[in-house]
């Protein structure tokens, strides 16, 4: 069964899989970056691929999400979870639904305040902070043009996280707050084991020493380092010079009273107003 970790980009999902995968996949908590292959990205070429689904083409790919899931869902045995990242919002999009209940077991999703999501987007996908907004607040796909990965219907960053907040009817859903992930990855990450060994009706027992061995070696300046060394497979390229654009880049430090002008943030600010606010972020 699925368990989907959700986030609109440049959210923290990438965190967030690093710690479940650094304690799940791993004897003694200790992360690399290896341990993220655990997780299936979806949309997916390699699926699509396998399944003789031409992924360039827009309406067979929508066509055959749910497919694509089942396919996932034979991927492990009849009580073992797959977990699948996606930046994809929750939605249909024409015809054609999103998510198969039958293959989901619950969804993750990461939310990041929207003013720090631009500029860690406009980064990320070397966009001025004008157009990063313009693509968080319009119907924004991702990968167009990519001769490796589908394209992902993301949709608005408000639109984004009420789509996949519709799974809460279920008792299906956990939301979790990049900036208390940052604040307290020990309280989340134990909440999100909770959740993740309820929904596959599990008894958990946290072993403290792995739980610490998880969180230290996902630490922030840690994954800056290990990215610097070995580099990660995640990361984009720049077009020009050929060169990959840091994938960990600012961290705890990316602060978007540094980086934002008022009218930007007032733009912001205006569009996502009563989501802000339910998330406490006005």
Same mark, same amino acid.
């Given at each position: 069964?699925?368990?989907?970790?959700?986030?609109?980009?440049?959210?923290?999902? %990438?965190?967030?899989? #690093?710690?479940?995968?650094?304690?799940?996949?791993?004897?003694?908590?200790?992360?690399?970056?290896?341990?993220?292959?655990?997780?299936?990205?979806?949309?997916?070429?390699?699926?699509?691929?396998?399944?003789?689904?031409?992924?360039?083409?827009?309406?067979?790919?929508?066509?055959?999400?749910?497919?694509?899931?089942?396919?996932?869902?034979?991927?492990?045995?009849?009580?073992?979870?797959?977990?699948?990242?996606?930046? #994809? #919002?929750?939605?249909?999009?024409?015809?054609?639904?999103?998510?198969?209940?039958? %293959? %989901?077991?619950?969804?993750?999703?990461?939310?990041?305040?929207?003013?720090?999501?631009?500029?860690?987007?406009?980064?990320?996908?070397?966009?001025?902070?004008?157009?990063?907004?313009?693509?968080?607040?319009?119907?924004?796909?991702?990968?167009?043009?990519?001769?490796?990965?589908?394209?992902?219907?993301?949709?608005?960053?408000?639109?984004?996280?009420?789509?996949?907040?519709?799974?809460?009817?279920?008792?299906?859903?956990? /939301?979790?707050?990049?900036?208390?992930?940052?604040?307290?990855?020990?309280?989340?990450?134990?909440?999100?084991?909770?959740?993740?060994?309820?929904?596959?009706?599990?008894?958990?027992?946290?072993?403290?020493?792995?739980?610490?061995?998880?969180?230290?070696?996902?630490?922030?300046?840690?994954?800056?380092?290990?990215?610097?060394?070995?580099?990660?497979?995640?990361?984009?390229?720049?077009?020009?010079?050929?060169?990959?654009?840091?994938?960990?880049?600012?961290?705890?430090?990316?602060?978007?009273?540094?980086?934002?002008?008022?009218?930007?943030?007032?733009?912001?600010?205006?569009?996502?107003?009563?989501?802000?606010?339910?998330?406490?972020? /006005?």
């Amino acid at each position: 069964m699925i368990v989907w970790l959700a986030s609109f980009p440049k959210s923290g999902n %990438t965190y967030l899989r #690093s710690l479940i995968s650094s304690y799940i996949y791993s004897n003694d908590g200790l992360f690399n970056f290896d341990l993220l292959k655990n997780t299936i990205q979806f949309p997916n070429k390699f699926i699509f691929d396998k399944l003789g689904i031409d992924f360039k083409n827009q309406a067979e790919q929508n066509k055959n999400y749910l497919k694509a899931q089942q396919f996932i869902h034979k991927l492990g045995n009849k009580n073992s979870i797959q977990f699948v990242k996606t930046h #994809s #919002s929750c939605a249909s999009i024409g015809n054609y639904k999103f998510l198969s209940f039958e %293959t %989901t077991l619950g969804a993750i999703h990461i939310v990041r305040d929207p003013r720090n999501v631009v500029t860690s987007y406009s980064k990320h996908f070397k966009k001025t902070k004008e157009q990063s907004v313009i693509d968080i607040t319009n119907e924004l796909i991702i990968g167009v043009n990519s001769k490796t990965h589908p394209p992902t219907h993301v949709g608005s960053w408000n639109f984004h996280y009420n789509s996949w907040k519709q799974l809460n009817k279920s008792n299906r859903y956990m /939301l979790v707050k990049y900036e208390d992930l940052l604040q307290n990855p020990e309280k989340i990450l134990v909440n999100v084991l909770n959740f993740i060994y309820r929904l596959g009706n599990s008894k958990i027992s946290i072993d403290k020493k792995k739980l610490a061995n998880s969180i230290a070696s996902t630490d922030f300046d840690k994954m800056q380092k290990l990215e610097k060394k070995e580099g990660f497979f995640e990361s984009k390229k720049n077009e020009k010079t050929g060169e990959s654009i840091p994938f960990f880049n600012l961290g705890k430090k990316n602060d978007w009273r540094n980086y934002l002008d008022n009218t930007l943030t007032k733009k912001i600010e205006n569009s996502f107003q009563k989501e802000m606010l339910e998330l406490d972020y /006005l």
